[in-house]
């Protein structure tokens, strides 16, 4: 068996942010949850849905791994990235940087790995790998999933080299911390204001406070769109609350980190934002009870007061990254 040695095994809420929270501690830099998920700019929203979905999706957080890709810049890490479309190759980058006492992270399909508990493919997933031995190979993944686990080196294969949307080609990574990197307190104003003006200027209606607005208006027809409305109701609002997301889709990270961030300082702006957003998390709960409601009652009822509250979550989302912006 090979282990890299020194790992803390630390299963958080999202999968992205477990990974590089893995990854950042073997290099001695143990940041909190929500500060990495802020430091990467990690919040936004997506109202996604197209004529092949069979239910619309929202998204609360940026694409998988650019998360990532903008900690790291920020932070002046060194971030090297491999991805192949051979099998063993795929390996060879995995295997290479474990023996020599370094744990990677991966991207992948979760539909795969064995023990994982809801068989749902997602191209997007994020684990941090830290050993194996002849059949199986060791990964660290969210608290959901259980932390430090196990599964066969033939289904983690599988689940990099699927296909479909979100996923990368085998697609592996490391990162190390050079010698005189920048201080992350520093970085904090620069990932708030970055985040705060792709929120505002989304290129499209779909994202960012004017996509929360076209979920508004589009919610009530849910009840229209499912095949089972009691089964894919309550699962849309699980998505929202337990699927990783840290409750309130990435609201409450979100909210945490500028807690956090208020703490080290003082600004008017910052405190302003940070009141906007714990009023917005608890919201976003309010309004994904509401859709489990109505799909165990069939009444749309409760999806026009969801609407009501996402209306208002559009503009207390725009109030808070305008002010925030302003850091």
């Not at 090979?2 to 630390?10: A, F, N, Q």
């Not at 890490?77 to 474990?98: F, M, Q, Y």
């Not at 920048?182 to 779909?206: E, K, V």
Request: charge should be negative; charged fraction near 25%.
């Amino acid at each position: 068996m090979t282990l890299v040695k020194d790992i803390e095994p630390r299963g958080m809420h999202h999968c992205e942010t477990t990974a590089l929270g893995v990854l950042l501690r073997h290099e001695g830099l143990d940041l909190s949850e929500p500060m990495l998920f802020g430091l990467g700019s990690g919040l936004s929203f997506i109202y996604w849905d197209s004529k092949s979905m069979p239910f619309p999706f929202l998204g609360g957080r940026v694409k998988p791994f650019e998360l990532t890709r903008n900690l790291t810049a920020r932070l002046g890490l060194n971030l090297l990235v491999e991805e192949t479309t051979s099998a063993r190759k795929a390996w060879e980058n995995v295997a290479a940087p474990i023996d020599a006492g370094r744990p990677v992270g991966l991207q992948l399909d979760c539909y795969h790995l064995e023990y994982f508990r809801s068989k749902v493919h997602f191209g997007g997933h994020v684990v941090a790998m830290y050993g194996y031995d002849e059949h199986d190979v060791h990964l660290v993944d969210t608290g959901q999933q259980g932390g430090a686990v196990r599964t066969s080196k033939a289904s983690l294969a599988r689940a990099r080299a699927e296909r479909g949307p979100m996923t990368a080609r085998n697609r592996s990574f490391t990162i190390t911390v050079p010698e005189h990197p920048p201080r992350w307190q520093d970085q904090i104003i620069p990932a708030i204001r970055d985040c705060a003006d792709a929120f505002l200027a989304a290129p499209i209606a779909n994202l960012g406070h004017r996509g929360i607005g076209k979920a508004a208006e589009q919610l009530p027809r849910w009840l229209q769109r499912v095949g089972d409305p009691r089964q894919d109701l309550p699962q849309a609002a699980l998505l929202m609350e337990k699927a990783g997301t840290g409750g309130a889709l990435f609201r409450a990270l979100y909210r945490d980190f500028l807690g956090e961030c208020a703490e080290l300082i003082d600004d008017d702006n910052l405190r302003a934002g940070h009141r906007l957003y714990a009023e917005a998390a608890p919201l976003w709960t309010d309004v994904a009870a509401l859709i489990t409601k109505a799909g165990e009652s069939g009444e749309v009822g409760h999806l026009e007061q969801a609407r009501v509250i996402l209306r208002d979550l559009s503009r207390i989302e725009q109030d808070a990254m305008q002010v925030l912006r302003q850091l």
